[in-house]
């Protein structure tokens, strides 16, 4: 027999205290199959228990020290030994003795003296049996690894979509600079700080946060459907100026509904982004826009977007104003409570103003943005 059809033979591990047992079943299997013995219970657990772990354990019940019973109960205590088949070889013939053999995992029981074709009929069964089980699990955790690697690369594409399509907002307001990243550290540390919240831990559920996180950058979108001498305009807008401002809350979300339209299905991943992008401008007290929604109407992604999207506005340079300091940024907000801002969305930014300011002097688009944060 040439070394391939060796390394391809099944390995049975035949456990049993009497050596002329040992023997026998030895005898009837070593041609067809690598055999290992053990004539103990706990050399028996040493032997399935190390590389490269047998095909299938033959094994007695009736033996010093550990029993068949002790045996079995270990091997399906651990996951790398708890799908090795087992089958009793046992001189205990009572149905009781069976009962217990089978409902602790063993997949056959044969009482001795054994008839030699039946024997290795059943063993070749078993090792079919497993051969087929091994080889649906192998194919489940190929298909387990494959769906992972799917949902990482629609969750990639997922990034990049929101990213790019943030960006074509920034460089429309390059004066912002890496507003969106700020912001969307803002509304995850609000999130996080809300999510055990009565009134908000049954939308902030971990999911959602992540999902809020990638959605926030969105908020602006509409930014890219505001005309030039209106948006980088170095000064305060008219009153006709700001009405045509104050239409990117519709142009980002109608963006965002005209892709899904193109697909021609709805995007779920988008859900949050659209309602970001449409409410962020509503305020607490109804004076927003581009509804005039107010309280639980607006909903809990725009509230929190309000909070962080006004907090970085305030510190941050833009081309009608310097940023201000961020104590002073804090203060302002503190008088928002209630009016512009949800009373509870705004006293968790107050909570957390120092982790903000961190997040500010990270992503400062320079020097004089990162000094007016640590002040």
């Known amino acids: 027999m040439d070394n391939l059809d060796v390394a391809n033979k099944a390995t049975i591990l035949v456990v049993d205290d009497t050596p002329n047992n040992l023997a026998l079943m030895s005898g009837l299997l070593k041609n067809q ?8 219970g706990e050399k028996a657990l040493k032997i399935a228990q190390a590389d490269p772990l047998p095909d299938l354990i033959l094994l007695d019940i009736m033996m010093p020290g550990l029993s068949g019973y002790d045996v079995i109960r270990e091997l399906k205590a651990h996951p790398p030994t708890r799908e090795i088949p087992v089958m009793f070889i046992t001189a205990m ?8 053999g089978l409902e602790l995992g063993a997949v056959d029981y044969i009482t001795k003296p054994i008839s030699p074709p039946i024997l290795l009929a059943r ?4 090792l079919k ?13 190929f298909l387990e690894d494959e769906v992972n690697r799917r949902t ?5 594409i997922q990034d990049v979509t929101i990213l790019a399509m943030a960006s074509l907002a920034e ?6 600079g890496n507003h969106i990243r700020r912001t969307q550290h803002y509304v995850r540390l609000l999130a996080n700080r809300l999510k055990t919240h009565p009134r908000f831990g049954y939308f902030l559920s971990e999911k959602t ?36 401002m104050k239409t990117h809350t519709t142009l980002g979300r109608d963006a965002i509904l005209a892709a899904e339209k193109h697909l021609g299905m709805e995007v779920s991943f988008l859900d949050l982004a659209k309602e970001i992008a449409y409410y962020h401008q509503e305020k607490w007290d109804g004076s927003g826009y581009p509804t005039g929604a107010s309280g639980d109407q607006i909903p809990i992604s725009a509230r929190l977007m309000a909070v962080a999207d006004v907090y970085d506005a305030l510190i941050s340079r833009r081309p009608y104003k310097e940023g201000m300091p961020h104590d002073q940024a804090v203060e302002i907000m503190r008088q928002g409570r209630g009016s512009h801002f949800d009373p ?6 107050i909570a957390l103003r120092e982790d903000f300011r961190t997040v500010a002097s990270t992503y400062a688009d320079s020097d004089a943005d990162l000094k007016r944060a640590v002040r």
């Open 33 to 40: 199959y690598k055999v290992k013995i053990a004539n103990n």
């Open 93 to 100: 013939s009572e149905t009781e003795d069976e009962r217990l």
């Open 123 to 126: 063993v070749e069964t078993h």
């Open 344 to 349: 509870d969305v705004l006293d968790a930014f």
């Open 152 to 156: 990482r690369e629609i969750q990639a």
């Open 209 to 244: 946060i992540e999902l809020l996180f990638k959605s926030a950058p969105l908020h602006d979108i509409g930014k890219v459907g505001i005309p030039d001498h209106i948006l980088l305009k170095p000064g305060r807008f008219t009153p006709e100026e700001f009405e045509i």
């Open 129 to 141: 049996i497993k051969r087929a089980a091994d080889f649906l699990r192998d194919q489940n955790a």
């Open 171 to 176: 460089t429309r307001d390059n004066e912002t």
